[in-house]
């Protein structure tokens, strides 16, 4: 390097020595009162072309992005909504709040809540199964109706009806939420509230879908909430179903029997104990041996299979090693 | 295939990288205000063009350059009715005062060399890219970049067309008086 290079390197570092990055950070809009912005009258087309694209392509909100179009500088802008994707999978109850006051959860049948989607969601109340539509709008979430699905299999005790009871009457009031990977806490401005927490799932099963087309999705899992005593079903698509490549993992509390796609439903249930097989047996078809599958670090297990058609009505008996009966339960069309 | 940046890969990189592209802009303009719009102009766009990860660095260097170069056409444009208005005032970015003498002139000179050399002079001897980076970065070919640049010091043999080249420019030749070998 000769001295003509030196001079001119030296220089330019010179020129910008002084704006470190803290003098940077610190030309930014502080909290408090808008300052006037520093603008030449020539940049108006540029800020108003940056506004423009800010606007169009829905960063920082909008209208506020235009006024500001910084987007780290969160002390002046809202901070981005919640990923509401979160939510999605099982939770169970952990403490419940009615209008301030703490609510004793009993033994037994604990509430949960299914996110199938981010606009769908299965209530169980601790005595039966409600179905539901979600609204998410940043922070706020509200139900739709609440529509009776099914009653959960056993008998459900009286101090579960009480609590199921309450569960009903604070579920449509509330309409704030909050979650981290293990907590999710629904408010209401009433002081009600109610803090879940994500269930355990233990995997019992894995697999491809049969194939059946583009919809056969990319995995296929039998998960086991040992907290809540059910097998699940959940499967992951590789495409939906209008064709946009997208990874949607859903769950179900269909118990004993999901569709897997067009060609075959998976029949799947949580054994009762004592049973050593269990089979499907189609109402016009031969019987088919449903596999028995250990459910890591739990005396549960689980059988499944997946059974043709799509659409198969049949009948799964459990039986013990004696072959004796354990129960018996009949699958309506798998859908 | 390279990986695509991602919204949070963006946020990260907006905090990191910005800072360094303002200095970057305001060699090209001297104005920390026009500095921070044209980086923002370049974020918004590389928000939703979403480059390449592994050409990031390279791709937000070449925007905040050519950005910068259609600001200042459109700055020349409008310059004579500013001129005639007396409504701007330029306001050179802050630290002007704090070079030496000799910088300051040099600065000077630098300032007042044609947008696409004062583009190759930052380039090679700010960001120190080699003349073929150089000229891959601004979409010139490298006898342009060659051409622009500081004639090459290779010994007493070279000095008679550095000294040739810094008295054609107008700028350099203010800054470099009439220079003789050593």
């Known amino acids: ?335 | 295939m390279s990986a695509s940046l991602t919204e949070s890969d963006l946020g990260v990189v907006y905090s990191r990288a910005r800072p360094g592209l303002i200095r970057l802009a305001v060699l090209l303009f001297d104005d920390l205000a026009a500095a921070e719009d044209v980086v923002q102009d370049v974020f918004a766009r590389v928000h939703q063009k979403r480059p390449p990860v592994d050409s990031l660095e390279r791709y937000l260097t070449t925007a905040v350059l050519n950005t910068a170069r259609s600001l200042l056409r459109r700055r020349r444009v409008a310059a004579n009715a500013l001129v005639r208005l007396r409504t701007h005032e330029p306001v050179s970015a802050p630290g002007a005062d704090e070079l030496t003498p000799e910088q300051a002139r040099v600065w000077a000179a630098i300032t007042g060399l044609p947008l696409r050399q004062r583009q190759v002079v930052v380039c090679r001897f700010y960001l120190d890219l080699t003349e073929r980076d150089t000229a891959q970065t601004l979409g010139v070919s490298l006898s342009t970049v060659k051409t622009l640049s500081l004639p090459r010091h290779e010994g007493a043999g070279s000095f008679p067309r550095r000294a040739r080249w810094m008295t054609s420019n107008a700028s350099c030749a203010r800054l470099w008086p009439p220079v003789s070998p050593r």
């Open chain 1, 1 to 335: 390097m000769d001295d003509l290079e030196r001079v001119v390197r030296e220089t330019l570092a010179a020129r910008v020595a002084p704006l470190t990055d803290e003098r940077i950070a610190a030309d930014l809009p502080q909290p408090g009162p808008p300052r006037p912005r520093r603008r030449h009258h020539l940049l108006l087309p540029l800020a108003a072309a940056v506004a423009v694209a800010a606007v169009a392509i829905g960063v920082g909100g909008g209208v506020h992005y235009a006024q500001n179009p910084r987007p780290e500088q969160t002390h002046t802008q809202p901070p981005p909504p919640p990923d509401s994707s979160i939510l999605l999978g099982f939770w169970t109850v952990k403490t419940i709040v009615d209008r301030g006051r703490p609510v004793a959860i009993p033994s037994g049948g604990v509430p949960a809540i299914t996110f199938k989607t981010t606009s769908s969601a299965t209530l169980d109340s601790g005595c039966e199964q409600l179905r539901t539509s979600v609204r998410i709008k940043g922070k706020r979430l509200t139900f739709g109706s609440l529509i009776f699905d099914a009653p959960l299999s056993g008998p459900c005790p009286a101090p579960t009806q009480v609590l199921a009871r309450k569960v009903l009457a604070i579920v449509p009031r509330l309409d704030h939420w909050s979650a981290t990977a293990d907590t999710l806490q629904l408010t209401s401005a009433d002081g009600s509230s109610m803090t879940f927490g994500w269930n355990e799932l233990q995997l019992v099963f894995s697999t491809k879908p049969l194939e059946a087309g583009r919809r056969d999705g990319t995995a296929f899992q039998l998960m086991y909430a040992a907290r809540h005593g059910h097998v699940f079903l959940e499967w992951h698509w590789a495409h939906s179903s209008f064709g946009i490549p997208t990874s949607v993992s859903s769950l179900t509390t269909i118990a004993e029997c999901g569709r897997a796609n067009s060609r075959a439903s998976f029949v799947f249930g949580l054994a009762a104990p004592g049973t050593t097989r269990a089979e499907f047996r189609p109402i016009n078809g031969p019987p088919t041996e449903l596999t028995m599958m250990a459910i890591p670090g739990s005396p549960a297990k689980a059988f499944g299979r997946f059974v043709e058609p799509a659409n198969s009505t049949g009948t799964v008996t459990a039986y013990r090693v004696d072959g004796s009966i354990v129960g018996s339960k009949p699958v309506k069309s798998c859908n």
